[in-house]
């Protein structure tokens, strides 16, 4: 290792990484290193230097954006554009993310702190009790910055986040530990234990001294809030997840027990699945209450099943836990009982258990030698179906209870909190202006914004009082050399690695002369490598292979419900080609987190959302790179093809239904990719490509080889022929979420209602639609629900139709939703209204509103089976149609209106859209939010107005007919 002085860098400024908790109390405690602290970890810098991948110039180029060089040398235009750096954390809310403490004594030594740390030191040349002084100023003016209450104390959501019962505490870090593991977090930090990992991990500080569980919850839901550089990218993690993934790391922290009570915490849950026709449903084993989500949650004093809160008369389970604390060691007989129809169980410690399986005798009994003290103890009940005379109950006797005693006699349940061992920095006005001094002088405000310090001042005091040098005004040879530079007092100092310095050294010398832009495949490479892209993912550079899990990682990447998909199903797929595989739309999508991200239901590992720029950046050179020419280009969709698609996907085809889900529909067998999203995703140039020979596209796939040699079978399938039958399967995929579910698809439960022939309108309870619902099905899977409370249409939506067992199965009264996705609610009022003025208010619908849109007349079906529902508006009666428009990427629905005026109509209001953005398109067209267009047809001369009104934006037009007069227009809703 180098020395500490011949390791300096180029003046930089601290990237202070700050990610989670409240700041306690400071005592600053000076910090060194007997050894040499590990150089700076840049993970993706290490993935193409240890291939071989990239030159020390691309490498050090790579270094000055990541450790934010930039910040202090100030870079041309030209340069600015080729070297992003990474943004520095916001140090506006440290103080309710980090103690006091552990703040101070990362700013002493962040080396020592967070080895590994891109954090330089920025003190050194301080003497000790000036360092101190330094730093209990900077603490008390950052604390001073922002607020400062105490997560675990400023408010009960948050005290609730601190609270973990004893017996969930043990079963959350468990929790904690496989999401760690599973989710992602290993890609680019150390898994628990580990040794030998090919690439440096991203190092973690000492969580247990620095942050909260309120602090690092709220950071994992949302990282970029903190660290707005994007590195640490959102794993699109649940509340409960994450809570569960902080109390994992932060588990170390001492528990803080804050009451014991007699009793026990109780846990409700409903049976997640409570179709009782299915067979086996009674005898189904014991639902694994660590995978749901509980109803309810308290305390109670005994084993009661009359619970204080709202409750189903079936299909449910309790969890009743806490300490059973024994008053002298020796043999305990328990005895478990409960209803015959029910089934049990109770465990003691980690070990001992008494089960009794529903449809059995009421009492079960195990025995057991104890040590006095306390013991953890669990009891669960459940049911299927019903029972008349519900009950559960556990007692022990033994050493020193001779006499059988409830269990709730000697049981409590504890809570505690976790909490870091210091408290908050106190905020200081003294330290405002010092600190403040101290923020820029130090260059602190070159990277991390301070109000009332210029970032120019940052750059100015950074080094030795004076500007640091531009960045082309560096001297290759001189810049990392002390004292010259960096050993100023006021330069920060780095650690780095030998083969660092050379790096960047060969970056300097050659920007002297740089190209103006970098070529796209270089701009991939250094996307990757910036945001380490490669901790998951391969991608070909020349003739290497860069990037993916190394061997101790992949063991962690695993499939849900351990399926057998092997590496192609458990790991990130490589990158090689994937611009000239997905859409453009697509690829920005998938980068970004918002959709499309197919492997999330059978891969554990998660695809982060990236910063919007960053994504479209990436995505523009990927597919300037790896795009083929024509992979756009559409083959021709026609009915006879999508129908030959259709049997081709089937089990009496080509199979494909056997792996591959369709939509809400899963494969019979192993469980993969949905079909559905293939239209949406894949080009359809490299679908061909993948069809014709799937293992020259991905080497070692399951997939089968369906054209060997180019023959084709199904000879009355698409023309007899590969290239026919391909187009033909491409005209089904089009379809996207309304494609019908193909030969030999489990469509689910017998309620499940399927319109095959014609239209289906069957009426309903329905979620937020009313108890007086009328769904409408299509063949064409493109559907929509109406309300006839309020007399307006509420939802359409693709894919699978409506589950009928909310209405006919059991009690009914049940309110389900769509069974399809894609589902696009219409705005809450009617369509129609009759307003005063063009500024008066649109008229509002509450839960127990009727003929708010006007008076529901029922409906009548044309020849086809296809309603129209009839209402009338004061003297106009309205016939609306929602008919299928069938298309490319799945149907779409048009909103066919005939109004009937009879001797006096005024004149009426249509809603066509509302939403937060309209944007006017072509011909009478309106892009609504970016995700739904809305068309108007008419003989008629209409010109929608958009207004502002009740927090929204309306597209609205005025329609005047004459008495006796009727007028037919379309409203077509593409989403």
Not at 433 to 445: K, T
Request: proline letters at 9%; aromatic letters at 6%.
């Amino acid at each position: 290792m180098q020395s500490s002085r011949s390791s300096a860098i180029v003046s930089f400024v601290p990237l202070i990484c700050l990610f989670a908790t409240a700041a306690l109390g400071v005592r600053v405690q000076a910090q060194t290193g007997s050894a040499d602290p590990p150089a700076p970890v840049v993970p993706g810098y290490e993935h193409l230097r240890l291939a071989g991948a990239a030159s020390d110039a691309e490498l050090g180029e790579l270094l000055l954006g990541e450790l934010n060089c930039l910040s202090c040398h100030e870079p041309t235009p030209a340069l600015a554009r080729r070297i992003p750096v990474r943004a520095a954390p916001d140090l506006d809310r440290i103080a309710e993310r980090a103690t006091g403490r552990w703040l101070a004594d990362y700013l002493m030594a962040p080396h020592v702190q967070k080895p590994g740390s891109a954090m330089p030191e920025v003190l050194h040349s301080l003497e000790p009790d000036d360092r101190e002084d330094a730093v209990r100023t900077l603490v008390g003016y950052l604390a001073h910055r922002g607020a400062n209450a105490d997560p675990d104390e400023s408010s009960s959501d948050e005290v609730a986040l601190g609270d973990f019962p004893v017996h969930r505490f043990q079963a959350s870090v468990e929790r904690g530990r496989r999401l760690f593991h599973a989710v992602g977090c290993v890609a680019c930090h150390a898994p628990e234990g580990a040794e030998g990992t090919g690439i440096p991990s991203v190092p973690l500080p000492d969580l247990d001294a620095k942050t909260s569980v309120t602090a690092l919850v709220e950071f994992l839901l949302d990282p970029r809030a903190a660290r707005p550089g994007g590195r640490m990218p959102p794993l699109h993690l649940e509340r409960e997840e994450a809570e569960a993934i902080t109390v994992y790391l932060l588990r170390g922290q001492t528990p803080l027990v804050t009451e014991r009570r007699s009793g026990f915490e109780f846990e409700y849950y409903l049976d997640p699945e409570q179709d009782e026709d299915v067979p086996g449903f009674f005898n189904r084993p014991a639902p694994d209450l660590d995978a749901l989500r509980p109803a309810g949650v308290g305390r109670i004093a005994t084993l009661s099943l009359a619970l204080p809160l709202p409750m189903n008369s079936g299909n449910h389970a309790f969890r009743f836990s806490g300490l059973l604390r024994l008053p002298a060691a020796g043999a305990y007989t328990f005895t478990l009982a409960s209803d015959r129809r029910s089934g049990s169980s109770l465990r003691i410690g980690d070990g001992i258990v008494a089960t009794k399986p529903p449809f059995s005798r009421r009492e079960t009994e195990v025995s057991a030698e104890l040590e006095a003290g306390d013991h953890p103890v669990e009891v669960t009940y459940f049911i299927r179906g019903s029972t008349g005379q519900p009950f559960v109950d556990a007692r022990l006797d033994g050493a020193a209870l001779p006499e059988p005693t409830p269990l709730h006699k000697v049981a409590s349940h504890e809570s505690v909190r976790l909490r870091p061992a210091d408290g908050p920095a106190a905020p200081n006005r003294r330290y405002e202006e010092n600190g403040s001094m101290l923020f820029a002088r130090y260059g602190c405000s070159a990277c991390h914004t301070s109000p009332g310090v210029d970032p120019e001042r940052g750059r100015s005091y950074a080094v030795s009082r004076a500007r640091a040098p531009d960045l082309e005004a560096l001297d290759p040879e001189k810049a990392l050399a002390e004292p010259a530079m960096h050993g100023g007092e006021t330069s920060p100092r780095y650690r780095l690695a030998t083969h660092q310095k050379q790096a960047i050294r060969a970056a300097l010398a050659a920007l002297a002369d740089p190209p103006p832009k970098r070529r796209p495949e270089d701009e991939i490479t250094f996307t990757m490598a910036s945001f380490n892209c490669f901790a998951c993912h391969q991608r070909r550079i020349g003739e290497v292979d860069v990037g993916g899990p190394d061997p101790v990682r992949a063991r962690h990447f695993r499939v849900v419900d351990d399926q057998d998909l092997g590496d192609e199903g458990r790991l990130p797929p490589p990158l090689h080609g994937v611009g000239g595989k997905l859409k453009p739309g697509a690829l920005r999508s998938i980068l970004t987190g918002e959709r499309l991200h197919v492997r999330r239901d059978f891969m554990e590992v998660r695809m982060p959302g990236f910063p919007a720029g960053a994504a479209e950046r990436l995505a523009d050179a990927l597919d300037s790179v790896d795009a083929l020419p024509g992979d756009l280009d559409e083959p021709p969709v026609s009915a006879t093809a999508t129908e030959h698609g259709l049997e081709l996907i089937g089990t009496g085809g080509m199979g494909c239904v056997t792996c591959h889900d369709i939509h809400v529909h899963p494969a019979p067998g192993i469980s993969t990719i949905d079909l559905a999203t293939a239209y949406d995703r894949l080009r359809p140039g490299w679908v061909e490509r993948l069809l014709r020979d799937p293992a020259a596209i991905r080497p070692g796939t399951r997939m089968p080889a369906y054209w060997p040699e180019g023959e084709a079978n199904f000879p009355d399938l698409g023309g007899g022929t590969t290239g026919g039958q391909i187009e033909a399967l491409w005209s089904f995929l089009s379809l996207g979420a309304s494609m019908p579910a193909p030969e030999g698809m489990d469509i689910g439960s017998e309620l499940v209602l399927v319109p095959d022939q014609r239209p289906l309108v069957f009426r309903t309870h329905m979620i937020d639609v009313g108890p007086r619902a009328i769904a409408i099905g299509y063949p064409e899977n493109v559907h929509a629900a109406f309300d006839a409370n309020t007399v307006r249409l509420a939802k359409v939506w693709r894919g699978a139709f409506f589950d009928a067992k909310g209405t006919w199965q059991g009690r009914a009264g049940q309110f389900f939703g769509p069974y399809g996705t894609d589902v696009l609610n219409l705005p809450a009022g009617p369509a129609f209204a009759d307003l005063d003025d063009i500024d008066s208010p649109w008229p509002a619908t509450g839960r127990y509103d009727r003929n708010v849109g006007g008076r529901f007349l029922g409906y009548r079906l044309d020849d086809l089976g296809r309603p129209s529902i009839r209402y009338r508006l004061g003297d106009v009666v309205i016939e609306e149609a929602p008919l299928p428009l069938p298309g490319a990427g799945g149907a779409n629905l048009i909103r066919r209106f005939r109004l009937a005026a009879g001797t006096a109509p005024r004149p009426l209001f249509l809603l066509l859209a509302e939403g937060e953005e309209i944007v006017p398109g072509p011909e009478r067209t309106w892009s609504v939010d970016g995700t739904l267009e809305v068309s108007l047809f008419s003989e008629e001369d209409f010109t929608p107005i958009v207004r502002d009104s009740q927090g929204v934006r309306q597209l609205l037009q005025r329609i005047e007919l004459e008495p006796h007069r009727s007028l037919e227009l379309d409203v077509t809703l593409s989403w």
